[in-house]
C-alpha cells in the first residue's frame, strides 16, 4: 500500500499539513513527484501569527511563508486552482480551472474554514489584512468566543489601542470547561487587568449593522433572533450584538473566534468516509481513510484517536506530528510515533503551553505559581494519575514535561 519511490503524490492543500507532509516526504527520501494544489494565491504560510504579530502591524505575510529560500522544496506547486472533486478510479483530482490531476496516492490537506457569524473572522490572512486595516485604535470591540484564538486577538486589540475591548465567551469565565477553575481564573484576571471585560455566560445569538436613523444618526433597533449569518466581514458601521440573556451590545468592530468546521465540502460526492457531525474526514491513526492512496491530516481530519478524544483537533503541533506519520506510513518506514499532544497561545505577555491529554482530565492541581501572578503550573489528573500539563510563562517546566514523556521510534526504543 506504500507509494513507490517514483510514485506521484497528490497534496490538495498549500497549508501547513500539505508543506510538511511533503517536506516529510523529501527527508524521508522519496524521490518521485509531488504535486502541492492550493486555492490561495500565496505560497504556503503558517497561521499563528495572523491573531498575534501579524495583526499587531509588526510582521508580514512574506515573514510567515512556510517554504524556506535557502532550501526551497522540490516539488510542483499549483496555486489559486481549488480542488472540486476526488477521483478514486483512476485516482487523481479535478480543480476548479478544469485540469485532472492523476496521482499514484493523494493527501487530503485542506484545512478548515473560519464559523462566521458575523463581523469579523481570522482563518486566512486576508481575513486578518481585513481586521488589520479596520480602524481599532479608539474603537469599541466586541470578540465572540472564548477559546485561545479569540482571547489572543481581544489581547491584540488592546495593544493596537482599542477604546475598549468586550469578550462575549459563552462561559462564566475564559476556558472554564476546557481548562478548570484555576487557568480559567487566571485567564480572565490577566485580560480584566488590560482593560477587558467578560460578559459571563450570555452567548451571541446574532450580529446585525445598526441601521442609520433618517437624520443620519444610527439608533439601535431592537433585534429580532435570526439565524446567524454565515458568510462576509464586517460591513461598515457599528454592529449590535444580541445575547442570550436578552441584552444587546454594540460594537464598532466585532471579531468571531467561534471555531471552524473541516474544509470538505469538496468530498461530499466522493467515496471518502466524513463524519456525520464535523464533516472531517475520516482516518486511522497513521492518516489512512481506507480508500487505497487516499489519505488526511491536518484540521480537516479526525484520526480514530480524535474521535475518541484521546488527542486534540485544530493545533499546530498536532497537525505538523500528523503530517510527519502520513508521511512514513506512505513511505512504508517506520510509524513515526505521536507525541504528547502539545499546543500553545500568546496572550498580552503570557505564553500558555499545555501538554498531554487535558480534555481526558478528572482533576485539575496547581503546582506553583498564583492566579494573581499569572505564573500558573497546573497539573491534570486522571484516577490520580498525571496526564497533562499547562504553564503559563513556564518555558522549562513544560519543556521538562514533555520530554519526559517522549516516545521513541520502535526501532529506536528497542
Ligand atoms: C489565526 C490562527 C491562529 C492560530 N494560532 C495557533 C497557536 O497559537 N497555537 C496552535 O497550536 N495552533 C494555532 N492555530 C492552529 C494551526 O494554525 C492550524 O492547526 C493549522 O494551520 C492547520 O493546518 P492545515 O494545513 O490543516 O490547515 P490550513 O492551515 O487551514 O491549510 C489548508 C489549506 O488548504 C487550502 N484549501 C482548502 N480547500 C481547498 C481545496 N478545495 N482545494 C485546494 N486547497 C484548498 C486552504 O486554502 C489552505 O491554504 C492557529 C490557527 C489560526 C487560524
Known sequence: MSLAPDGHLLIIGAGLAGYYTARQMRTQGHTGPITILGAEEHPA??????????????????????????????????????????????????????????????VIAT??????????????????????????????????????????TAATCTTRGAG???????????????????????????????????????????????PAAADGCRSVRPQARQPAALQGSQAPGPHSITLSDGRSIEADVVISAVGAVPATG???????????????????????????????????????AQRTGLRPVGHWQETVDQAQAVASALLGGIPSPMQEPYLWSDQHHVTIQAAGMLALADEVKVLAGTIESGDLLVSYLRDGTEIGILGMNRLR????????RRVRPAALAA
Not at 488526511?296 to 479526525?302: H, I, R, S, T, V
Not at 517546566?397 to 519526559?404: K, L, Q, Y
Request: glycine fraction near 12%.
Open 111 to 152: 484545512g478548515a474554514e473560519a464559523r462566521r457569524l458575523g463581523g469579523h473572522a481570522i482563518r486566512s490572512v486576508e481575513d486578518a489584512a481585513a481586521l488589520r486595516a479596520a480602524p481599532l485604535a479608539g474603537a469599541r470591540v466586541a470578540v465572540i468566543g472564548g477559546g485561545f484564538l479569540a482571547l489572543e
Open 164 to 210: 475598549s475591548v468586550t469578550v462575549i465567551a459563552g462561559e462564566e469565565l475564559p476556558g472554564l470547561r476546557r481548562l478548570g477553575q484555576p487557568v480559567a481564573q487566571a485567564l480572565h484576571r490577566l485580560h480584566q487587568e488590560h482593560g477587558v471585560r467578560f460578559l459571563g455566560s450570555a452567548r451571541a445569538l446574532s450580529v446585525n449593522p445598526v
Open 266 to 304: 469538496w468530498l461530499t460526492r466522493s467515496a471518502v468516509a466524513l463524519d456525520p457531525v464535523t464533516g472531517a474526514v475520516l482516518a486511522d491513526d497513521t492518516g489512512f481513510t481506507g480508500i487505497p492512496g487516499v489519505w488526511a491530516a491536518g484540521d480537516c481530519a479526525l484520526w480514530a
Open 45 to 106: 504560510y503558517d497561521r499563528p501569527a495572523l491573531s498575534k504579530a501579524y495583526l499587531c502591524g509588526t510582521t508580514d505575510l512574506c515573514d510567515l511563508y512556510l517554504d524556506d529560500p535557502s532550501d526551497p522544496l522540490d516539488v510542483r506547486w499549483v496555486r489559486s486552482d481549488a480542488v472540486i472533486g476526488l477521483s478514486t478510479q483512476p485516482l487523481g483530482v479535478q480543480t476548479a480551472s478544469g485540469t485532472f490531476y492523476l496521482g499514484d496516492a493523494v
Open 397 to 404: 517546566e513544560v519543556v521538562r514535561w514533555r520530554r519526559s
